[in-house]
């Protein structure tokens, strides 16, 4: 293949593999956005946590399948405790001030993660070695594979249970309608509880993939939530497939931004086509174009 | 069509906006008790008594950073509390400002008094012309909107470094005025306090204007202020443009008292953090928004002294206050305050 | 609404007078109040942690064996989290309601450069843990710094570089302050060392891959080295994307990864990866007679004793450095007194520290040469001295 060629399969492979960390982020912020419309902006905690436990269950002798099992149940947990402590009770508090609780939420989870395991940078062992994989002569390292195949798998088994399962369908309902919901029986509470539990999981999948090649640290969801929340919001807030469309475009943005442009503008290039998107398709890429309900 | 009535409007207010209109009997006890003039006179009081309370130069400095990210929140809450609509980037404008000083004043030898109204003219009309593009946006699109125009402001800061200094940021000169250093808590304090007086002033005047009342229709139902004729962008913008010229003076004050400027000055967290200066004092208020402001000036000052567990305790009180208090500090321990008083008033 | 706002302001008041209370009772013992801020979050927790770390437990020794002349050290520290206006304010408070004797800290060059207006006017003298030039040059009268410059940083790597024959560089930066500070002290020092810049990328310090950068400056004609000025995760991640490449040039990265931690997050593809770092990081290593040998195998033992095996960083070693000149210089002058201490800081004559011999003058706050640094190879997930 000519020398260009590869460099451009360089940079999708690399904007690729960020981009599905991105996604990932991404869907747990549409997933919370559609049950509650909240924005949670803890969602980068999430992705912090599930490295963080992972790297401490390690460090006391748990085998990796374990504590990856183990960090994902913990960060669920804290998920659902966030949702039944702080976000239930502000049901009915303005959208500003929900933020402001979720902002909150993320500087206590920092906050507790540094008192409680340090504040040191931790590497994970990758899932399956380091040795770089030759396509077409460009590299991938196997835990980009990894973080591909999970993230599609996740995608599909997404699907299945909003499409195939009552409890999935339940919850599309509620995002639709909420008060419709309820009166055919759905358990409105219950939704909300799931889709935080769900985001949770999805937060601590992508904290976990993405650590043996970034490390991990109390403050690494910082940065990551963010990038997920303007891949969401890219893609058209509440929209899964807008999520994963939001997130993968991102990625190959800046990874294609930094090897054709400019790498000290990379971070401004992903905000600023964010913004020309939103300034043509006001509701994101794939958002719902709603008429304001009066 | 549902509720017209806006939602951020206390009913003590309404009393009063009704009892001007009619033109009727606002007693000297009502006029007192009003945000306007009641408010305002509680608020210089609070200023000239304030320093009887600060024994050096760091509590001043407290004070004055007070003061200073009141002034910016003040004008946030415009927006926020009375436009209903939300911004994450102001702490760019407010960092744009602090910049255009320090830009001007050291590299191209202007005085500290012409750099500020030059860096809020130039502040206005970058908002000016984003406004319009950005404010079609709603909801948490807008959020995003303008936490991006915040980061790509910060970004530009911390990478032109020929220009800002870089991420390390750059020295601003200490203000001379007649050939007298302006450094020290005291005299900043009475400097920033006439801003604040002044920034306070213009936004009670605009809330009790014509647009100020165009405006909460805004914030109650924009489809309904728009059918019943309201031109409502036209409102938005030029609140928008207001209170990113106010985070801009806001940012030369900060530049010259301390004479310091950095990019993290219009980080997200900055941004956000302003935002929940507005929401924690109470949206819509005034005087909600210097108490905010205030407050969470000072709590970083006192969890200082927890160490470890600052953060752990900040993030805490951010997320109880919002759930027990969800209208903010001062709606709410206003009401708290009403409905003791009809207890006692009762037994 | 008056009486609301007056009460919430009243509260406000109080804290106030809290504040000022705990100040005053503070002033009636009679310590030697050692003022400290540092980066203990945020991007630059790294350094602030181990810096922290190091001044807790030797101003705990120094006070278990009664102190120094005769009075004991108190420590007053406030977390900047790398934000240079939360030290301006930390350092004010320091300064006018801790009145502390001393301030040692500011992990990052931006934090201590928002500092040093105030310490220049408030002459209380202030020992720096940071790496820019610019803190030391042009010399400011109460300012000193303990760890190497990072123009000496470039200066040592564009050295070794020579010597191995090769002379086209590139350079990939993390855009944070300290990767910026010494891109710019490369660039310049670069041709006094016949070094010619071929390609110069950066990198967000939060970014979480970098092949893309690297992928252009492989592709880039006539490569000999890359230098990765940065520090955090970044470099980490860089070594592994270049290993992830196959680039075969030799890679150098800063004094700023100088830890175990490093090698830990890069792994196999740390191996080969040059740095100058102090000799705190090879003490096992150093030939018996070498003068710096107990002062740092002293210094990691103590610190790993307490901390774990492995944990010792350069940078914890920069505030064991300021502490001890800070020390030597009240003993030396036989008081605390602020301009008795700046002017003994200044005389400080063959100090030896774990960042290497000392000798402070009137025009130089650093006291630090070349020769101090020591270049390091990783070999076998360990440092390997490669002079």
């Not at chain 1, 339940?170 to 009166?183: D, G, K, V, W, Y």
């Amino acid at each position: 293949m000519p020398p260009a060629l590869v460099e451009l399969l360089q940079f999708l492979f690399s904007g690729l593999t960020s981009g599905a960390i991105y996604a990932l982020v991404a869907l747990g912020f549409a997933l919370i956005y559609n049950a509650s419309h909240v924005i949670n902006f803890a969602q980068g905690e999430f992705v912090m946590l599930g490295g963080m436990v992972t790297w401490a269950l390690l460090s006391q002798g748990v085998g990796l399948p374990l504590a990856i099992l183990g960090a994902v149940a913990l960060t669920v947990l804290i998920g659902l405790a966030l949702e039944k402590l702080a976000i239930e009770r502000a049901r009915n508090a303005d959208v500003v001030t929900l933020i402001i609780i979720t902002v909150g939420a993320g500087i206590f989870l920092r906050g507790l993660t540094s008192v409680t395991l340090g504040k040191d940078l931790h590497a994970l062992p990758a899932f399956s070695g380091n040795d770089p994989i030759d396509i077409l002569g460009a590299t991938l390292i196997p835990q980009s594979l990894w973080i591909l195949g999970v993230t599609a798998a996740v995608m599909v088994a997404l699907h299945l249970f909003f499409n195939h399962t009552l409890l999935g369908k339940a919850i599309l309902a509620t995002s639709h309608n909420p008060l419709a919901a309820r009166l055919v029986g759905v358990n409105v509470n219950f939704v909300l509880l799931l889709s935080f539990g769900l985001s949770a999981l999805l937060g601590a999948v992508a904290g976990i993939l993405i650590a043996p090649i970034t490390a991990t640290h109390f403050e690494v969801g910082i940065m990551l939530g963010l990038k997920g929340f303007a891949a969401a919001i890219l893609g058209g807030l509440g929209s899964g497939p807008g999520a994963i469309v939001g997130g993968l475009l991102l990625g190959i943005i800046e990874s294609l931004g930094a090897g054709y442009i400019s790498s000290e503008y990379k971070d401004a290039m992903a905000f600023v086509v964010i913004l020309g998107v939103l300034f043509f398709m006001p509701s994101g890429l794939l958002g719902k174009r709603g008429t304001e309900r009066v | 069509m549902a509720d017209i009535r806006p939602s951020g409007y206390s009913k003590h207010r309404k009393k009063q906006t009704y009892s001007r209109r009619l033109g009727t009997r606002a007693t000297p006890l009502q006029t007192l008790m009003s945000e306007r003039v009641g408010g305002m006179g509680a608020l210089i009081l609070v200023i000239l008594v304030l320093p009887l309370l600060l024994s050096n130069n760091y509590q001043y400095d407290v004070a004055i950073s007070m003061g200073i990210n009141a002034i910016v929140v003040v004008g946030l809450n415009l927006l926020i509390g009375y436009a209903g609509q939300i911004s994450l980037g102001h702490a760019g404008f407010y960092a744009l400002g602090a910049y255009a000083s320090a830009i001007l004043t050291t590299r191209y030898g202007l005085h500290g008094a012409l750099a500020m109204p030059l860096g809020a003219i130039g502040v206005g009309l970058m908002a000016y012309v984003i406004a319009r593009p950005i404010l079609r946006l709603s909801g948490h699109y807008l959020a995003m909107a303008t936490l991006g125009v915040g980061i790509i402001i910060n970004i530009a800061i911390s990478r032109e470094a020929w220009l800002t200094g870089g991420p390390d940021g750059m020295y601003v000169p200490a203000m001379q005025v007649a050939g007298v250093e302006l450094y020290g808590g005291q005299i900043w304090y009475w400097i920033v306090a006439a801003f604040l007086i002044l920034a306070v002033w213009l936004a009670l005047n605009l809330i009790d204007s014509p647009i100020g009342r165009a405006l909460r229709g805004l914030h109650g139902a924009e489809v309904a202020a728009e059918t019943s004729g309201v031109d409502t962008t036209r409102y938005k913008v030029m609140v928008f443009v207001i209170s990113a010229v106010m985070a801009s003076v806001a940012g030369s004050l900060s530049a010259h008292f301390s004479e310091f400027v950095t990019p993290d000055k219009a980080s997200f967290f900055h941004s956000i953090l302003f935002v929940t200066m507005v929401v924690f004092g109470g949206m819509a208020s005034t005087f909600g928004a210097v108490v905010g402001a205030a407050a969470l000036t000072l709590l970083p000052q006192l969890l200082a002294d927890f160490a470890s567990y600052e953060h752990m305790i900040l993030g805490l009180i951010m997320m109880v206050v919002m759930i027990f208090m969800p209208k903010g500090l001062v709606p709410s321990l206003g009401a708290l305050a009403r409905r003791r008083r009809r207890q006692e008033a009762r037994s | 609404m008056v009486k609301r706002f007056t009460r919430a302001l009243m509260m406000v008041g109080a804290a106030c007078i809290a504040l000022g209370v705990t100040a005053q009772a503070r002033a009636q013992e009679d310590p030697i109040r050692i003022g400290s801020f540092l980066a203990v979050t945020g991007p630059a927790s790294f350094l602030g942690d181990p810096e922290l770390k190091t001044l807790e437990m030797y101003i705990h020794r120094i006070n278990g064996a009664g102190g120094l002349i005769g009075r004991p050290l108190e420590l007053i520290h406030y977390d900047t989290g790398a934000d240079a206006n939360k030290a301006r304010t930390f350092a004010k408070r320091l300064l006018e309601e801790d009145e502390v004797d001393v301030i040692l800290g500011g992990s990052t060059t931006g934090t201590t450069m928002a500092v040093i207006p105030l310490v220049e006017r408030a002459e209380v003298p202030f020992v720096s843990f940071a790496g820019g030039v610019v803190i030391i040059e042009p010399v400011k009268p109460w300012v000193f710094k303990t760890p190497h410059t990072d123009r000496m940083a470039c200066g040592k790597i564009f050295e070794d570089i020579r010597s191995r024959g090769l002379s086209r560089v590139a350079l990939i930066s993390g855009t944070g302050g300290f990767g910026k500070s010494m891109r710019e002290q490369c660039t310049q020092v670069a041709p006094a060392h016949d070094i010619e810049i071929v390609a110069d990328e950066t990198y967000a310090p939060s970014d979480t891959d970098m092949v893309a950068q690297l992928t252009k400056i492989k592709n880039t004609e006539g490569v000999e080295a890359v230098v990765n000025p940065g520090f955090g995760q970044g470099p980490a991640i860089v070594t592994k994307n270049f290993a992830q490449l196959g680039f075969e040039v030799p890679l150098y990265q800063s004094h700023g990864v100088a830890s175990k931690k490093f090698i830990e997050l890069a792994g196999d593809a740390a191996e080969g990866v040059r740095l100058p770092a102090s000799a705190l990081l090879v003490a096992e290593k150093l030939p018996m007679d070498d003068p710096q040998r107990p002062v740092v195998m002293g210094y990691k033992t103590t610190y790993e004793a307490e901390h774990g095996e492995g944990s010792v960083s350069t940078f914890g070693g920069h505030a064991y450095d300021g502490l001890m000149m800070y020390k030597q210089a009240v003993e030396a002058a036989g008081t605390a007194d602020p301009a008795a201490v700046r002017d003994a800081l200044e005389a400080i004559q063959g100090f030896m520290g774990t960042a290497g011999e000392v000798t402070m003058s009137a025009d130089d706050h650093l006291g630090l040469d070349l020769s101090a640094f020591r270049m390091l190879e990783i070999r076998e997930g360990d440092w390997v001295l490669v002079e």
